[in-house]
């Protein structure tokens, strides 16, 4: 039985479609990585999932129960962490998960046991008891996770859950997902981080102007995608790179102090490369080729540049 | 609909509302000190008879307190990103405004209780009939919980507006409810538009209730305060259904 199933959801606003007419299945123990563009339906779509919305056509079924017919056993089988971590401020770290675990229908005795293993677990233990309005970013994304697996939800929904965090609290989030993710737990995960999504996600689903246009393994679409490569160069020097010129190099974008340039023909790029370098006089620091890559797969199907 | 985990749901509701919201300042100055300046403006050194009185002043802080509590909480959680999250918990609208309503219920309750003990120390104000006592107490507090939920339902995540519009809303209600001229000596248009007021109901229960003087009627007063609850009760949330998404 899958995990998440989403059979011709629709939502407008006025005039506008946000999501269209958009199925999905998602399997028990999946980490699925649902992608798009600003603006491309991906939080309206989590919001008709997660029941903050209804939709206006189709139904969604979490763990085979029916999200509209039954919303309070379905939403008690799932956990959210949203993208602001939206816990109260004027509560304590472990009141937020206290209530988070309330909410879910724990027991007393169980919503405390829990909270307090959890928050150590987050490395929260001796701020436990201190109002997560004085907390960082990362830290209060710390306790939102908490109070999201404080019931060890069977589905976990994640929006942007790694936004804007420090690199530890960005390692812990993961290494988090990855440990509910091995529990059992079957995770969604929205994101901008195409390697995140890359590194993480079992299966992909892109969704542009509302409408979800590629659903597949991550190494699936980038092989469908294959029609480009790129080579990675970086020079002793600063260069200019508008002093590239050969018919087979498609874009150059500058990444720090290297260039990263797409191309259909990595073998007659990379000669041209060595030879204008040798030319000019100008040392390579490094060169590599990559391998078609998702963020490109992101490109050609939702037609960005 | 699944009742215990619908109540179950308002209750975690409640507590969490209790927690946060009865200590910020707006309940502070619009449920507790607002009542009282005004009870000091219109009642002190005006030589006026308190037990005539007293029942108006009475529903007047009962109204205060019960409806300063709901315009705040929605607002205050739309702005703080809180809300959105609050509806993927296994909790619907109406749980959540129903918890909203308790909060706000118990807040007017406690503090108009309070107030009416100390007065029957101080001022040895006779206990009146216990039965329309207690009515008037829980039917007024709901009510006027009710109607701050109502009025929390404007699409805006900044709390300072939407007290703002809720002051505007109850300070009219008062000057026509029979708190400052007796419904007793109220007539023609002032009267009927008085019948308008919940407020009206709630003085007029408390004069039954206290001095057996109610010019309504208390099995009136009843059934109307009833009526207000589930008007303004499905006004909540049929706004708040209705406003979801702006401010999310």
């Known amino acids: 039985m899958p995990a998440i199933e989403a059979h011709h959801l629709t939502r407008r606003f006025g005039t506008i479609t946000a999501v269209d007419d958009l199925t999905l299945s998602v399997d028990a123990r999946e980490i699925f990585g649902f992608l798009g563009p600003n603006g491309a339906g991906k939080t309206t779509t989590i919001r008709l999932m997660t029941g903050v919305l209804t939709p206006d056509e189709g139904t969604v079924q979490i763990t085979g129960i029916d999200l509209r017919t039954d919303p309070l056993r379905a939403k008690r089988c799932m956990g959210i962490i949203p993208e602001n971590s939206a816990v109260y401020g004027d509560l304590s770290a472990i009141q937020n998960l206290v209530l988070a675990g309330r909410l879910y229908g724990l027991s007393t005795v169980d919503r405390n046991r829990r909270a307090r293993s959890l928050l150590a677990d987050l490395g929260l233990a001796d701020r436990a008891d201190e109002k997560v309005r004085t907390f960082s970013k990362g830290m209060k994304q710390r306790v939102s996770i908490g109070c999201a697996i404080i019931h060890e939800p069977a589905v976990l929904f994640l929006d942007e859950p790694t936004a804007g965090l420090d690199v530890q609290s960005r390692r812990l989030v993961t290494a988090m997902i990855l440990r509910m993710h091995e529990q059992g737990t079957t995770v969604f995960l929205t994101t901008h981080n195409i390697e995140e999504a890359n590194a993480l996600c079992t299966r992909i689903g892109i969704i542009n102007r509302g409408v979800l246009v590629a659903t597949d393994r991550p190494e699936v679409l980038k092989q469908t995608f294959d029609t480009t490569q790129s080579i990675e160069i970086s020079f002793a020097r600063q260069v200019d790179p508008l002093m590239f010129s050969h018919p087979n190099l498609l874009r150059i974008e500058q990444r720090g102090d290297k260039f990263r340039i797409v191309t259909d023909n990595p073998d007659q790029v990379v000669k041209y490369l060595a030879s204008w370098a040798d030319r000019e006089g100008v040392r390579i620091a490094s060169l590599n080729t990559l391998g078609p890559s998702l963020e490109e797969a992101f490109l050609a199907i939702t037609g960005g540049s | ?248």
């Open chain 2, 1 to 248: 609909m699944r009742l215990p985990l619908f109540f179950q749901g308002a209750f975690a509701v409640t507590e969490k509302n209790m927690r946060i919201y009865y200590t910020k300042p707006p309940v502070f100055i619009f449920g507790l000190l607002f009542p009282l300046f005004l009870f000091i403006a219109f009642f002190m050194g005006r030589g006026l008879e308190l037990s005539r009185f007293y029942p108006g002043f009475l529903a007047m802080t009962l109204f205060f307190t019960a409806s300063s509590v709901g315009p705040l909480i929605t607002p205050w959680e739309k702005r703080d990103r809180t809300y959105e999250r609050l509806l993927s918990y296994p909790l619907t609208v109406g749980s959540i405004i129903l918890g909203d309503i308790l909060a706000g219920a118990l807040f007017g309750l406690v503090i108009s209780l309070l107030i009416w003990a100390a007065s029957l120390l101080i001022f040895s104000l006779p206990l009146g009939n216990p039965f329309l006592l207690s009515a008037a107490f829980i039917l007024g507090t709901v009510t006027f919980a009710s109607l701050g939920t109502l009025l929390a339902s404007p699409a805006s995540d900044t709390p300072s507006t939407v007290m703002m519009l809720s002051t505007l809303v109850r300070l009219p209600l008062i000057f026509i409810s029979g708190i400052f001229i007796p419904l007793s000596v109220l007539g023609g248009a002032a009267l009927a538009v008085s019948y308008l007021s919940p407020l009206t109901y709630l003085v007029d229960l408390f004069q039954g209730a206290m001095n057996g003087a109610a010019v309504i009627g208390p099995v009136t007063d009843l059934f109307a305060l009833f009526v207000c609850i589930l008007l303004f009760a499905a006004g909540a949330v049929y706004f708040q259904r209705r406003n979801l998404i702006k401010g999310l």
